[in-house]
């Protein structure tokens, strides 16, 4: 038990460190997964706010043209 709570203290300066010798520095790290969190939000918004409503309403127009 107290080993993994030794990983779980390591796990963060091995990170930084490992991702360092990959050669990108952190700021751009942190640059590339805000930029990708904002292509993500963007995409959830246009899906909730545009593409699922004009799903519904030919949903309920198909429904309708079908009742007839």
């Known amino acids: 038990m107290e080993q993994r709570i030794e990983y779980i203290k390591a796990a963060p ?3 930084i460190s ?3 010798l990959m050669g990108i520095p952190l700021n751009e790290w942190v640059f590339i997964c805000t930029i990708v969190y904002t292509v993500l939000l963007t995409i959830f918004l246009l899906r909730d706010k545009l593409i699922f409503p004009w799903l519904e309403r030919k949903r309920v127009a198909a429904e ?5």
Do not use: E, L, R
């Open 64 to 68: 309708a043209n079908n009742g007839d």
């Open 18 to 20: 490992t991702i360092s």
């Open 13 to 15: 300066p091995v990170t």
